[in-house]
């Protein structure tokens, strides 16, 4: 089993224990500001689960389960760039929650 990173009861990072530290900050704070954004539009969030997984060595693979009202939320992108391919990612799942 993958290594957990729990923050705040409701946001789950899989994946990310082999990030150097100034990596996982900033990837704790961008997810952190997706999920204020995210609970500012729906009351109804429950959680978030982040799992990073490398690809190749040189591509990351994010995939992102949110769920909302009991209702699953799932997206994943791959690319070159940590940072990129989580917004991406992220964004994709804020972009289905509006449909």
């Known amino acids: 089993m993958e290594e957990r990173i729990e ?6 990072l899989v994946g990310f224990k082999d ?3 100034g990596k996982l900050v900033v990837v704790k704070k961008i997810v952190g500001n997706f999920v204020k ?3 500012d539009q729906n009351k109804d969030f429950q959680k978030v689960t982040v799992t990073l ?3 190749h ?13 009991n209702k699953d939320y799932v997206a994943d992108v ?9 917004d991406k990612c992220l964004e994709k ?7």
């Open 93 to 99: 799942s804020f972009k289905q929650i509006q449909t």
């Open 53 to 55: 997984k490398p690809v």
């Open 7 to 12: 923050l705040g009861g409701n946001i789950n």
């Open 19 to 21: 990030i150097e530290q």
């Open 37 to 39: 954004k995210i609970q």
């Open 57 to 69: 060595e040189s591509k990351y693979e994010i995939n992102t389960h949110l769920t909302i009202n």
């Open 78 to 86: 791959t690319d070159f760039n940590l940072f990129f391919t989580l």
